[in-house]
């Protein structure tokens, strides 16, 4: 199945939206493949943040933030939980239930990956002129701003 491609007078050049998408896509892998964490799926490795970003969360609740099923997550989790980076916490709300939250390896893991990735990002903007990068930092709300309207 394939996308529509954007109509209109403001629609954006074809040729364009490819590089963009193509350019992000490859960036995007360099940054997941340079850092700590690789024992984890990419879906894993975004789970285990949004927790992070949400404090302890039902897996429903945790399965709707990500956009994937709860039978999905639940299959996300369990070897997170058996690795000591997620913690499974009684729901104060709902004996029934728990609650998953980041433990402190969790935590530990993320700060690497983050750090890793930073680090690479800035050597690479390194290798830009001072033109080019402050290019590319005015370039960061567009980029924010592309990123919300997909999220909301």
Known sequence: MTTPEPQGPD????????????????????????????????????????IEQHGPLRLGELAALEGVSAPSMTRTVGPLVTAG????????????????????????????????RSELLARRMQTLTPDEQAVLLAALPVLEHLLAAEEA
């Open 11 to 50: 629609a954006p050049d074809a040729a364009a939206v490819a590089r963009l998408r193509l350019v992000i896509a490859r960036l995007h892998r360099r940054l997941a493949q340079s850092s700590a964490g690789q024992e984890f799926t990419f879906a894993q490795q975004s789970a285990i943040a949004r």
């Open 85 to 116: 980076v997620v913690e499974r916490l009684p729901d104060p709300t709902d004996g029934r239930s728990f609650l998953v939250a980041v433990a402190p390896a969790g935590a530990e893991l993320l700060a690497g990956i983050r750090r890793q």
